[in-house]
Structures are given as structure tokens and as C-alpha cells.
């Protein structure tokens, strides 16, 4: 068996017993890399050199039977939205383009804390907003199973690599769904953690309330080493719970007995592809054979969760993102062209006697202002700043941004009262399997609607889980699994469970065949 056939805690087992090298396995993914990356798109960054660099020291510290960290000598790849030092980290977008920050992101500091072998940065969706990573500034992110079809987003790339065997673990961001949505559409498992349970110091923030680190990697026993290495505590964000993290990995077998699952009635309503129902029915089927209890369960206000998300995530977004201005942070435009063309502009109105026209002509920082931002975000990160200032605005912000806070605890009490009387939610991540690259661009509603069964998870700030539990036409299919605020435990407990009774998780893309 080659180390591409094996998750990360058997490659764990392989570096530990001396029978391959950090090196080794590090070279492994970067031809991985080298031979499919070209047309997968997962990667912005690849720090080779780094790379093999960190691996070098790490095996040198083994031979010298020093002490490891629980990830010693794993690859991993980063999403482009937590900061890497004297790496790029931009976001998916022109106005980070150039950006190399001063520090780490402490989920960053912990990979190197737990002697993980930091391999690049994955593309995504600009700023994390989309559903198809095709926002990417830079290029679309093609899903590993059908290379016209896109791998999801925001964290695309992030799902899309680990799908084709590039790395085992990878590092993502979830505000709306962007962990699981794309885990869902590359068949891979992915982890949104509590809100708190995972540092956002250094994640560069879309909307602070919702984003939240977590985890994607082809098994749950995977995610629960990953989670381990980076959940905790951090002074550093006033939004970390102190409260301190389980031992995921130690507990991932024990079982589960007397299982409660809470099958969401609104997430089997119209809309919903068959082929999705019925995959997520037959999982439901394996837990029942393996002794849960399974029953029907109502979140009546999640049907508001997509209104509400997208009233309060582009209001959040609205705000972090007004500091990228061309002169605190971020692109800027060419000021001498802009200085050219306003005077171009004062020439012709000068000429024409246009007084109304020259009171209204800008000052040259607030055009420098508008162009910089005109130029360096792109389109969907417009619309959604204009939807947030929107919202926020004078005359507006009862109707839209207040109401939604108040239907967003609606939709957490409905969480409270569902987990009252079960153990965890089950139901499907996605209301369909991948669509098209470019079929959705050009219809930003059905496009939002792809967060249908996630959002409502981030404005609660519970647990959520996809699992691959199906496939259609070939593209795999996603069971979501939630669970109360700081259960990760048992969310991947019974991920594990399920994945102990089905393969479907060790399905591979027929594109690594050609490895």
C-alpha cells in the first residue's frame, strides 16, 4: 500500500514506527500537487521550499528521539484567509494580492506547535463569500470527482485538495457553510466547530459573529487528530471559549449507545434533489442498524435562516471591510492615472462652464478611495458590501439588521429546544449534489441558496458536520450532522460510527487513479 492510500493517523503510525519519513511523505504530496494541481486549481500558494525545510527538522528531531507534536511531520494546507508570516495570505482577491503579514494566525501557530508541515495556502471564494470558489480573484477551483463541476466554496480548495489526495488535512473557514458545503460536494469530511471552540485570531474576518476554523480530511478519526492540534483557548480572541477542548481523538471509538438523531423536518421540503433524500435516508438506515433511535424533529424558524444570514453577514461585512481603502489596507490604485484623469475631468468642465459639475468633483482622496475599492474587490464582495451597508443604514437598520438579530435568536432557541429531546440533528448538507462551473454565476439567489441546510448552524453557533453518505451520477453526496455547542465529541463520534459501517468515505475521484 502506497503512502496516497493511507489517512493521517496511518501515515502518524508510518512516520512514528520509522518506516517512512516527513521528507518522504512531503515529497509524496507535492507531486501529488505537481501532477494534478494544473487542473484541480486547489492551490495559490505552494511553499515547497518551506515545506521541505520544516520536514527535514522535524525528521532530524525524530532521529534524535526528541519529543513531537500529535501532528509530527503530517503535511497540511491552509485556507488564504488566516495569516501565514512572510507568506501570502490574500483572501482570493486583488486587494490582498500582495499582502505578506507580520504574524501568524494562532491556528497557524498550533500547526507548527503540533510539528504539522505547512504545504500552502488553498484558494476560495474572495473574502470567503460564495458558494463555488469560482469569487476566487485568481482562478475557479474544479471539483476532483467532475472537472466541469465546481468543488463548492467557500473553502474549495481546501476540499478539493484533500479529494485529490494531495493532502490528508487541511485547514478551512465555515461562516455560512463553507466548510461543509464543499467537504459535501468533494466527498470528503468536514468540521464547522462551535463558535469560540477555534481561535479566529489572525482569520481575516468576513462577518466576525459566524466565521469560525475548522477542520476537512477524508475520515472523522482525521479530523479529530486535526481538531485536536488546534482547538483551545486564546486570550489573544475575545470570542475564544475558555473552556478547554476534549480528546477527540482518544475518545473517537468509544460507542455510542442509545443514539437520539433528530431527522429536521424542513430539510426534506421542495427543493430538494431525490438522489440527496435518498442517500441521506439510507444513512439513517445504517444508524438505525447500528442501535440509534432516530425520529423526526422540527426547526420551524430555520426556514428564516437564509434571509437572516444574508442581512447580517454582509452588515458584518460591510464593516471589516471598510478598512481596505488603498491607505490603511490593501490595493491601490494607480495615482497618477487617477490624478491624470481628474484632471481631464476639471479640464472639460472648466471648458464647458460647468460650476455644478466642479463643486461635485471629488476630492482626489475620495477618488482614490473609490477606485482602489472599485478595483480591488470584485463583484460579489460589491454586492454584498452594498446589501450590508445597506442594511445598516439610517432608516433601515430596525426594518433589516435588528430584525434579523432577533429572528437569529428565534432560530438558536429552536436549536436549544431540539437538543432538549435529542442527541444530534441529521439531514443533508447540500439540496443537491456539485452543479456546473458557471451554471449559478450569473443567478446569485439560487447561488444563496446553496447554504439552504448550513447557515442556520452559524447563527446558532453549533456544531455541524458533513460526511460523504452517497453518490449521484458519480459526484458524492454529504449527511450533515449537528450537535450542541461544545459536543464535537460526539459529533465525531458518530461520524466514526458511521464511517466504521460504509465506505463511502474511502470512495476516490477516478482522477488519483492516474497517480
Not at 436549536?415 to 441529521?426: E, G, K, M, P, S
Amino acid at each position: 500500500m502506497s503512502l496516497f492510500d493511507l489517512t493521517a493517523c496511518e501515515q502518524l503510525a508510518e512516520l512514528a514506527s520509522g518506516r517512512t519519513t516527513s521528507v518522504e511523505l512531503t515529497q509524496a504530496c507535492l507531486a501529488q500537487i505537481d501532477a494534478h494541481d494544473s487542473q484541480v486549481g486547489a492551490f495559490l500558494h505552494v511553499d515547497r521550499a518551506g515545506a521541505l525545510a520544516a520536514a527535514e527538522r522535524i525528521d532530524a528531531r525524530r532521529q534524535a528521539g526528541q519529543a513531537l507534536g500529535q501532528l509530527a511531520g503530517l503535511p497540511v494546507a491552509v485556507k488564504d484567509v488566516l495569516c501565514t508570516q512572510g507568506m501570502p495570505t490574500t483572501c482570493g482577491s486583488r486587494m490582498l494580492e500582495h499582502f505578506r503579514p507580520p504574524y501568524n494566525a494562532t491556528v497557524v501557530d498550533r500547526l507548527h506547535t503540533a510539528d504539522a508541515v505547512l504545504i500552502g495556502k488553498t484558494n476560495m471564494d474572495e473574502f470567503a463569500m460564495g458558494g463555488s470558489t469560482e469569487n476566487s480573484a485568481f482562478q475557479a477551483t474544479h471539483n476532483p470527482w467532475a472537472l466541469d463541476h465546481t468543488a463548492g466554496g467557500s473553502s474549495g480548495g481546501a476540499a478539493a485538495c484533500v479529494a485529490a489526495g494531495m493532502v490528508n488535512l487541511s485547514i478551512g473557514s465555515d461562516t455560512g457553510g463553507s466548510i461543509r458545503q464543499p467537504a459535501a460536494h468533494c466527498g470528503v469530511t468536514g468540521l464547522k466547530p462551535s463558535y469560540g471552540r477555534v481561535s479566529r485570531y489572525g482569520l481575516v474576518a468576513f462577518a466576525s459573529s459566524l466565521d469560525q476554523v475548522g477542520p476537512l480530511a477524508r475520515t472523522a478519526e482525521d479530523v479529530a487528530l486535526l481538531l485536536g492540534a488546534v482547538a483551545g483557548h486564546d486570550p489573544r480572541d475575545s470570542t475564544s471559549a475558555n473552556r478547554p477542548a476534549d480528546e477527540y481523538l482518544a475518545q473517537i471509538a468509544q460507542p455510542l449507545t442509545g443514539l437520539r438523531l433528530g431527522v429536521v423536518r424542513e430539510h426534506f421540503a421542495e427543493g430538494l434533489d431525490p438522489a440527496v433524500q435518498r442517500s441521506v435516508r439510507e444513512a439513517l438506515t445504517v444508524y438505525k442498524s447500528l442501535g440509534a433511535q432516530v425520529s423526526e424533529i422540527s426547526l420551524p424558524h430555520s426556514k428564516y435562516a437564509v434571509a437572516t444570514y444574508y442581512v447580517i453577514a454582509p452588515s458584518e461585512a460591510s464593516s471589516n471591510l471598510a478598512r481596505y481603502d488603498g491607505v490603511h489596507y490593501g490595493y491601490r490604485t494607480d495615482e497618477q492615472a487617477m490624478l491624470t484623469e481628474l484632471e481631464s475631468q476639471r479640464a472639460r468642465l472648466e471648458a464647458a462652464g460647468d460650476e455644478q459639475g466642479l463643486a461635485e468633483l471629488d476630492s482626489a482622496l475620495v477618488r482614490m478611495y473609490r477606485r482602489s475599492r472599485a478595483e480591488g474587490f470584485g463583484p460579489e464582495v460589491k454586492r454584498r458590501i452594498m446589501l450590508g451597508t445597506y442594511a445598516l443604514s439610517a432608516g433601515y437598520y430596525d426594518a433589516y439588521y435588528l430584525k434579523a438579530l432577533k429572528v437569529r435568536r428565534l432560530i438558536r432557541q429552536d436549536y436549544d429546544a431540539a437538543f432538549r429531546d435529542v442527541d444530534l440533528l441529521v439531514g443533508p448538507v447540500s439540496p443537491t449534489p456539485a452543479f456546473r462551473l458557471g451554471e449559478l454565476t450569473d443567478d446569485p439567489l439560487s447561488m444563496y441558496l446553496v447554504d439552504l441546510y448550513t447557515a442556520s448552524a452559524n447563527l446558532a453557533g453549533v456544531a455541524g458536520l458533513s460526511l460523504p453518505c452517497g453518490q449521484s451520477n458519480g459526484l458524492p453526496i454529504g449527511l450533515q450532522l449537528q450537535a450542541p455547542p461544545f459536543a464535537e465529541a460526539r459529533l465525531l463520534r458518530a461520524a466514526h460510527m458511521f464511517q466504521q459501517a460504509t465506505d463511502w468515505h474511502a470512495q476516490r475521484p477516478a482522477l488519483c487513479s492516474s497517480s
